[in-house]
């Protein structure tokens, strides 16, 4: 049985080899031809149109891969700046609340004063709790200074005594009703005696409360004819006090204790 191609055309001469020459439809990729001997092969063909449409259509997925890698490079790009800024934000909202608290701070730390009503002056004030150790050392110091002051005058005597005992808990008192029993403070009105103390150090440790206080002093007793001079050593604790016009440091003594009072030299006036 004979058998027909389909949708060939013809051409002209002889292939070497005996076989007949196809040519392919414009628009079609795959033909049947008839060779000579008469059987039939099948021939797969790509007109030129189909390839540029081909190498047409992987450009234009090249582009649009391209495309969404530039998107996906971008998002992570503003991704980045987005948390950059944030953090910036952060920081400087940051830095503003400090910088106005540390301002705050340093001007409820100045305080403004009236000179006699005419003038502003600006006077710094300063944490508390820098100036309590001296503030303690004064509180001592002031109380040895009313307590072992004495005159020739009961009167003087008293108002010393009642300032210091504002200062100090019984125990003052029960040490200056001693001397008073044993008629020390009537030999020195009697007597003319005038008595006076320098304090040379008074030793203070804040590790632990209450506060120990230790005071070393010498006490000059002062007659018509000689001076005597003496070593005193006193011991006591502190506890923090209201402040007040008499207790202006705003401590109180506590266990007051004289643990030496003894003549280191007389010499004549």
Request: aromatic residues 10%; charged residues 25%.
């Amino acid at each position: 049985m004979d058998t027909k191609p389909l949708d060939l055309y013809p051409t002209r001469g002889v292939s070497q080899g005996g076989t007949r020459g196809v040519r392919a439809h414009p628009t079609s990729g795959v033909r049947k031809g008839i060779l000579m001997g008469g059987k039939s092969r099948t021939l797969t063909l790509l007109p030129n149109n189909d390839y540029r449409l081909n190498r047409k259509n992987i450009k234009q997925k090249e582009m649009e891969f391209k495309s969404l890698t530039n998107i996906e490079t971008s998002f992570r790009q503003i991704r980045l700046y987005a948390f950059v800024f944030a953090i910036v934000c952060v920081a400087v909202s940051g830095y503003a609340v400090y910088a106005s608290y540390s301002f705050a701070k340093e001007q409820r730390e100045k305080i403004y004063v009236l000179d006699q009503g005419k003038s502003l002056m600006l006077a710094l004030s300063q944490d508390a709790s820098r100036n309590r150790p001296v503030e303690a050392r004064e509180h001592v110091r002031r109380f040895h200074e009313l307590f072992f002051t004495i005159a020739p005058d009961k009167d003087a005597i008293e108002k010393n005594m009642e300032r210091a005992f504002v200062l100090c808990d019984k125990s003052a008192f029960n040490y200056y009703k001693d001397l008073a029993e044993k008629g020390y403070y009537n030999r020195a009105i009697s007597g003319n005696v005038n008595q006076r103390i320098e304090v040379d150090s008074i030793h203070c440790n804040f590790n632990t409360y209450p506060y120990a206080v230790t005071t070393y002093a010498r006490e000059f007793i002062v007659r018509q004819s000689n001076v005597t001079e003496r070593s005193l050593v006193t011991t006591c604790t502190l506890q923090n006090s209201v402040r007040s016009d008499n207790n202006p440091q705003g401590f109180l003594m506590e266990n007051f204790l004289v643990k030496e009072n003894r003549d280191i030299q007389t010499y004549k006036r």
